[in-house]
């Protein structure tokens, strides 16, 4: 008898097609989205389709923003491990500091580090990701009302971010990387690939895992 596929516990959407009302799923993915399909049925369909970039989306809709910055991270670091640029290095480690230690402090640093990682980088891309869990949108300008993010707007930065890793991740091929990635994102989302929560961030020197 076959063992039924473990849980997503981090996954708080009981259907698929709830997660996927947040994002246009490619046309090609969408015979596959069954109506009353949990989200781990779906993913498992995804993956057997090979349909792996739609697969990372709806893990990066899916997971909540903590987690899902998680698995950016580990995708960035598998692709990239110490070839990331000086900018680029700084950028994932204030990700997963806001990973270790979710303050607004630790958001804003983060947003901060985004541009130095260099413009259309996973590593900007995953700190801007952090930046859109909350702060505002609008200019900090007088008389200026705050425009909060909207709660998928991480998901499109950590999707881009995975996205962006995977062609980074040579001699891999790009599908090849997001197959592997994809099944990071199941670790994260079964809660078999927790972050390590007796670390956290030092202010000076290095963080877990850079």
């Not at 001699?171 to 990071?184: K, M, N, Y």
Request: with cysteine; hydrophobic share 45%; glycine share 8%.
């Amino acid at each position: 008898m076959a063992t039924a596929p473990a849980p997503l516990k981090n996954v708080k959407a009981t259907k698929a097609v709830e997660v996927c009302e947040h994002f246009e799923l490619e046309k090609k993915a969408r015979p596959l989205l069954k109506p009353d399909a949990s989200p781990r049925e779906f993913l498992d369909a995804l993956q057997s389709d090979r349909q792996y970039q739609s697969a990372v989306c709806f893990l990066a809709h899916a997971l909540p923003h903590r987690e899902a910055v998680w698995w950016g991270s580990l995708c960035l670091q598998k692709a990239s491990g110490a070839g990331l640029a000086e900018g680029e290095a700084a950028a994932l480690r204030a990700s997963v500091e806001w990973v270790l230690e979710p303050t607004e402090e630790n958001r804003q640093a983060a947003e901060q580090a985004a541009p130095a990682a260099g413009k259309g980088t996973a590593a900007e891309l995953l700190a801007v990701g952090v930046g859109w869990t909350g702060g505002s949108l609008a200019p900090p300008l007088p008389k200026v009302p705050p425009v909060p993010p909207g709660p998928y707007l991480p998901a499109k930065g950590i999707y881009g971010a995975v996205l962006l890793a995977a062609t980074n991740a040579a001699p891999l091929p790009v599908q090849e990387a997001l197959r592997l990635f994809v099944e990071l994102g199941v670790g994260v989302a079964e809660g078999r690939i927790p972050w390590p929560a007796d670390v956290k961030p030092k202010r000076s020197g290095k963080t877990w895992g850079f």
